[in-house]
């Protein structure tokens, strides 16, 4: 038999966790974009570079592991000893770990593009 409400109510808990994470990083949006160029190798250096790309990367990572968080949150309520919270804590817990791993990965690893055209004389 499957148990919609036990699934919706763990989905709503982990939609309501990460609404929580995203309200928290919500004063980053002041954060302007620094209008003066800094060199792509110094760019982790600069403090005001360094609030925008982490404002990015925290925005983009959080939206990239939700659906990792809630298919875990909904695949563990099926366990009838797992209550609802109890798996969208699970979930939560690695959808977030999952962020933060991704965050430090964008920012240390974090690469120049330079695009380069020919000019014909």
């Known amino acids: 038999m499957i148990h919609w409400l036990r699934i919706r109510a763990a989905l709503c808990w982990t939609l309501s966790g990460y609404a929580v994470a995203g309200l928290a990083t919500a004063p980053l949006a002041a954060a302007p974009m620094?209008?003066?160029p800094v060199s792509c190798e110094k760019i982790t250096e600069d403090p005001a570079w360094?609030?925008?790309?982490?404002?990015?990367?925290?925005?983009l990572s959080l939206a990239f592991s939700l659906p990792v968080a809630t298919l875990i949150a909904a695949a563990l309520v099926?366990?009838?000893a797992m209550s609802a919270k109890g798996a969208a804590g699970v979930g939560l817990v690695v959808g977030l770990i999952l962020a933060a791993v991704s965050v430090g990965y964008s920012i240390a690893a974090a690469t120049c593009g330079y695009d380069m055209q020919q000019i014909d004389p």
């Open 34 to 36: 620094p209008s003066y």
């Open 78 to 80: 099926w366990r009838p």
């Open 50 to 59: 360094l609030v925008w790309v982490f404002r990015d990367a925290v925005w």
